[in-house]
């Protein structure tokens, strides 16, 4: 009777342990969807939509480029619209490592970023450096990027 109850109990664990693991996204899985996030923002930067980037941003979202932190949905939106009204961007971002624990993701990479002035008046700029960014798993279970950091080679 011991050995039965042993082996129902142990039966249930393995149940319950696969019924979990069938419910939590694989890691690939995880990856492509946070680069399915970072292809969608990338597509809204580059071809500046600055109301699209907008939806594609979460809520609680905070900037910091360059040491400047941006927080808060009006100062980021106001921020992106007035980026994307002065400039014409050609954004690649290139992670070199994307890290999974939980419902929360760390980015690291590199980007490269061309800027040209919209109203003419001005060489593009070209430039490059590092990102880390975090994203958060959303209920829904999708994700989205909550933090960006960024530094270009001169900063």
């Known amino acids: 009777m011991r050995k039965s109850v042993t082996a129902v109990l142990l039966f249930g664990a393995v149940l319950a342990a696969c019924e979990q693991s069938a419910q ?4 690939d899985a995880d990856v492509a969807a946070i680069q399915d996030v970072n292809t969608r923002l990338l597509e809204a930067l580059n071809s500046g939509d ?3 980037l907008n939806e594609l941003t979460a809520d609680e979202y905070v900037s910091i480029v360059g040491g400047t ?3 808060g949905r009006e100062r980021l939106e106001a921020a992106n619209r007035r980026f ?14 994307t890290i999974i624990d939980g419902d ?3 980015q690291r990479g590199s980007f490269t970023m061309t800027l040209a002035p919209r109203q003419g008046g001005g060489e593009a700029r070209e430039l ?4 880390m ?3 958060q798993r959303k209920p829904d279970g999708s994700w989205a990027l909550t933090r ?3 530094e270009t080679a001169g900063d």
């Open 24 to 27: 939590q996204p694989s890691a």
């Open 50 to 52: 600055w109301a699209r």
């Open 69 to 71: 932190p941006t927080a």
């Open 84 to 97: 994307l009204e002065q400039w014409e961007n050609a954004e690649a971002w290139l992670p070199d490592e």
């Open 104 to 106: 929360l993701a760390f």
């Open 128 to 131: 490059a450096g590092t990102y």
């Open 133 to 135: 960014h975090i994203y």
């Open 148 to 150: 960006a950091m960024a």
